[in-house]
C-alpha cells in the first residue's frame, strides 16, 4: 500500500455503508462484498456493501417511500446538526446501497419475488425509488440502526479520496439472500466476525482500518439481538482515525488513545493500528482486537 503525505483537497463525501447480520448454528454472522482489483477505493478488500450519497437519495418523493415520520430517521442518526431530509436521505443511500451491491431490499414485507422484480427495474434503468413505488414497497427503516460514522483523514491518505461514511446494522430480511454483483464486486462471504479477522490476520483477505475494528466491535456479541440492542442504545460514535509515525512506520489513532484528539473512547479493541506486514494490524498483536 502506498501513502500520499500531501493532504487531500477535497472535502469528505457522503456515504452510506449496511453491515447485514444473521443469527447461524454457530453465532451471529456478518456479510461482507470483495471489491473489484480495479476499484480506486479498496480495490480486492473485503468491505461492507455501501456506497457514496445520491442527490436522489434525499428527493422529496423517494423520502415518501420511507415508513416513518423523517423527525424519527433524524433523531435515530444523533447528528443535530443536519437537516431532516438529508437525514433521511442517508437511510435511503444506505438502502439503496445494499440492494444495488447485495441484491438485498430492505423494504417491509419483500421477499425473493419483490427482489427478482426490483432488479428487472434497474436493470431498465430505473431509479431506487421508482422501484420501491412500481413495488408498492416502504422501506423498513426501524430495522436499519445507524451504528457508527467513519471520516477518513486528510493525510496521509491510502486513497485518492475521502469519505464521510455513515455505518448501518440491518438483519438480512427472511426469503431474501444476499450475493455480490460480479460487477463493483466480485466475491462475498457469510462468515462470524471472529472467523472474518482470523483469515485477516492469517493473509486470506484483505480488510480496511474500519472493518478491522468493526469487525472487532461486532465480534463482542454473540447473537443478532444483542449487537442491535447496543447500537440502540447509544449514540453513533464518531471516528476520525488520527496519522501518527510510530516507531515501526505509519500507524493510525482512534478516540481514546493518548495521540488521539478525542478523549472518550468510541470503540473496543486497541487504541491504535500500526501499518506492518503489509496491512494495519494491532501493536500487541491479534489478540488485542478482542481486549
Excluded at 432488479?119 to 431506487?128: P, S
Excluded at 420501491?132 to 485518492?160: C, E, K, Q
Excluded at 484483505?206 to 456479541?221: G, K, V, Y
Excluded at 515501526?248 to 489513532?253: D, E, L, S
Aim: glycine share 8%; with cysteine.
Amino acid at each position: 500500500m502506498e501513502f500520499n503525505d500531501q493532504p487531500v483537497a477535497m472535502p469528505p463525501r457522503a456515504a452510506a455503508t449496511v453491515v447485514l447480520l444473521r443469527d447461524a448454528a454457530d453465532g451471529m454472522e456478518v456479510f461482507m462484498v470483495k471489491r473489484h482489483g480495479l476499484s480506486d477505493v479498496f480495490g480486492g478488500a473485503y468491505v461492507f456493501p455501501g456506497g457514496k450519497v445520491d442527490r436522489a437519495d434525499a428527493d422529496p418523493d423517494v423520502l415518501q417511500q420511507l415508513s416513518a415520520p423523517l423527525e424519527g430517521l433524524h433523531a435515530a442518526l444523533g447528528e443535530p446538526e443536519l437537516d431532516t431530509s438529508t437525514a433521511a436521505g442517508l437511510f435511503v443511500a444506505a438502502c439503496r446501497e445494499t440492494f444495488e451491491e447485495a441484491g438485498v431490499l430492505l423494504a417491509e414485507g419483500a421477499g425473493a419475488r419483490h427482489v427478482d422484480v426490483a432488479k428487472t427495474g434497474a436493470r431498465e434503468g430505473l431509479y431506487f425509488g421508482d422501484i420501491l413505488a412500481r413495488l408498492g414497497l416502504r422501506l423498513d427503516w426501524s430495522n436499519v440502526v445507524p451504528w457508527s460514522r467513519w471520516i477518513t483523514p486528510r493525510v496521509p491518505a491510502m486513497i485518492n479520496k475521502r469519505f464521510d461514511a455513515r455505518f448501518f446494522l440491518a438483519a438480512v430480511p427472511n426469503d431474501q439472500e444476499a450475493r455480490h454483483d460480479s460487477h463493483e464486486t466480485t466475491g462475498s462471504f457469510w462468515l462470524r466476525p471472529r472467523v472474518v479477522l482470523e483469515q485477516y490476520w492469517t493473509g486470506e483477505i484483505n480488510l480496511a482500518p474500519a472493518q478491522i475494528m468493526s469487525m472487532a466491535a461486532l465480534a463482542r456479541h454473540p447473537h443478532l439481538a444483542d449487537v442491535l440492542a447496543a447500537a440502540r442504545g447509544r449514540r453513533p460514535p464518531v471516528i476520525q482515525p488520527e496519522p501518527f509515525t510510530h516507531e515501526q512506520g505509519r500507524a493510525i489513532a482512534f478516540p481514546g488513545d493518548a495521540r488521539h484528539p478525542v478523549v472518550e473512547r468510541a470503540l473496543p479493541g486497541p487504541s491504535f493500528l500500526v501499518y506492518r506486514n503489509e496491512r494495519f494490524e494491532p501493536f500487541d498483536g491479534f489478540d488485542a482486537l478482542f481486549a
